[in-house]
């Protein structure tokens, strides 16, 4: 069993940045693939960016291309999103996911962060 901690959101203008943080417990962290997805109320949750075992591959949606970055750091159990040059449209709930499937599916979620990008 995997429990995930999102931190580090909050209210920011429009062109500025935020660091989310994914604090994870268990000792496998490092075997699982990391993710982040955002959800805004009345749509579906969507991904934004995917992370390997290692850090070494990542890969991110179009939209947050070039303005977002994901890392990890096994050794802190951590998974982070880097969130540059924010638009208002960045406005949701943010969501960690641990233990990527084949199927594109994840095995863990953490509660969501708040992240709010005004005009």
């Known amino acids: 069993q995997v429990q995930l901690v999102e931190s580090g959101g909050g209210l920011v203008q429009a062109g500025g940045s935020l660091r989310l943080s994914c604090a994870a417990s268990?000792?496998?962290?490092?075997?699982?693939?990391m993710g982040w997805f955002r959800q805004a109320p009345g749509k579906e949750r969507e991904f934004v960016a995917g992370i390997r075992l290692s850090g070494y591959i990542t890969y991110y949606a179009d939209s947050v291309k070039g303005r977002f970055t994901i890392s990890r750091d096994n050794a802190k159990n951590t998974v982070y999103l880097q969130m540059n040059s924010l638009k208002p449209e960045d406005t949701d709930v943010y969501y960690c996911?641990?233990?990527?499937?084949?199927?594109?599916?994840?095995?863990?979620w953490g509660k969501g962060n708040q992240v709010t990008v005004s005009s």
């Open positions: 268990g000792r496998t962290f490092s075997r699982y693939a």
């Open positions: 996911a641990a233990d990527h499937n084949v199927d594109g599916s994840y095995n863990y």
